[in-house]
């Protein structure tokens, strides 16, 4: 579960930034090509709070997803968060005081 960070801002920023240059930052050796993509997907097939949810509990929209991203699924959110973190887009979750 990824309810430590700010989801709001990582769907904000993924998607005001060009596809292209989100890309060059984030794929590598252990973030592919495939992960970008479905990570992608995901981000179009929600609005911001439906991203949200997704985050949060590491599911997905019904989406077309091909088999090497499917074979992601039990790993993709523990990756993504990694990734996001080693590029400081994940922000703590600010927790509203009672």
């Known amino acids: 579960m990824n309810s430590n960070y700010d989801a709001n801002m990582v769907y904000q920023f993924l998607t005001q ?3 292209s240059a989100l890309r060059k930052m984030l794929v590598d050796a252990k973030f592919t090509q495939n992960h970008f993509t479905m ?3 995901i981000v179009r ?3 911001e709070d439906q991203f949200c949810g997704h985050f949060y509990n ?3 929209p019904k989406s077309k997803f091909t088999a090497a991203e499917i074979n992601l699924k ?3 959110w523990s990756s993504c968060v990694l990734v996001l973190n ?3 887009l ?3 979750a600010q927790k509203i005081a009672a």
């Open 17 to 19: 930034t060009p596809e």
């Open 39 to 41: 990570m992608m997907k």
């Open 45 to 47: 097939a929600s609005n």
């Open 58 to 60: 590491s599911n997905y």
């Open 74 to 76: 039990e790993t993709f």
């Open 86 to 88: 080693q590029h400081g």
């Open 90 to 92: 994940l922000s703590p």
